[in-house]
């Protein structure tokens, strides 16, 4: 199963761009990278996956270097409202039991 | 209009009793899940199930037990209750199309204390 490693937390300040990094250095080709976000007494709810390169949608965008070793989750422009915990999964896209949340990185939004 | 609903939300029962938690989703996936989140936050899958198979992480104790009664129900029963089951449970779902790997749809959780 490939580990991931993300900071424990970080803080911004309203209408920056906070980057989130993982590393996955032991990542399968078969792997996906995906992240959630958890609100306190909420469950988790997806933001957004990939493979590989870069994908965007309307809430972040997520950026995969060649090796794949690592990802970043950048949320353009953060609110109040973008504080909570997120967390990388690296998993067999065959396999969805193969996917493990790890401690997550704790946002902090400030105004 | 939740897709995936459980119940209850909280949960206060003494040590050694039985008790269920129900989720449903309404999302006509094919597969769902059970997750305990500790009290550090750790989200550790319990179990994860569709109409052909079910897989158990195999730390989980065998005093909990997942029941489907049909493909949008999964209920988790635990026996037995100890101390350490105090945390928050979460259901999830997740399509099957196209091979895993899909983003899986939590409930928002049933948090569960023992006295």
């Known amino acids: 199963l490939a580990k991931t490693t993300q900071p424990i937390s970080m803080d911004s300040y309203e209408g920056q761009e906070v980057n989130i990094t993982c590393s996955h250095n032991n990542i399968a080709t078969n792997d996906y990278i995906t992240w959630y976000q958890q609100f306190p007494s909420q469950g988790p709810r997806f933001i957004i996956q990939?493979?590989?390169t870069k994908v965007t949608n309307e809430v972040a965008s997520l950026f995969i270097p060649a090796d794949r070793k690592s990802s970043t989750l950048s949320l353009p422009r953060v609110s109040l409202s973008d504080t909570a915990v997120y967390y990388c999964l690296v998993g067999d896209r065959f396999n969805n039991n193969d996917m493990r949340f790890g401690a997550g990185t704790r946002l902090t939004v400030k105004p | 209009d939740t897709a995936v609903s459980q119940t209850p939300k909280y949960l206060v029962t003494q040590m050694g009793n039985d008790k269920s938690i129900k989720c449903e989703q309404n999302?006509?996936?094919?597969?769902m899940y059970w997750y305990k989140q500790d009290s550090k936050k750790f989200l550790k899958i319990m179990f994860s199930?569709?109409?052909?198979?079910?897989?158990i992480n195999e730390t989980v104790p065998n005093r909990f037990s997942p029941k489907s009664p049909d493909k949008a129900h999964l209920n988790l029963h635990i026996n037995s209750l100890e101390l350490g089951d105090s945390a928050v449970y979460f259901c999830a779902s997740s399509p099957r199309d196209r091979g895993g790997n899909q983003p899986q749809h939590f409930g928002d959780g049933t948090r569960l204390s023992i006295l």
């Open positions: 999302l006509g996936h094919d597969t």
């Open positions: 199930y569709n109409n052909k198979e079910l897989i």
């Open positions: 990939g493979y590989k």
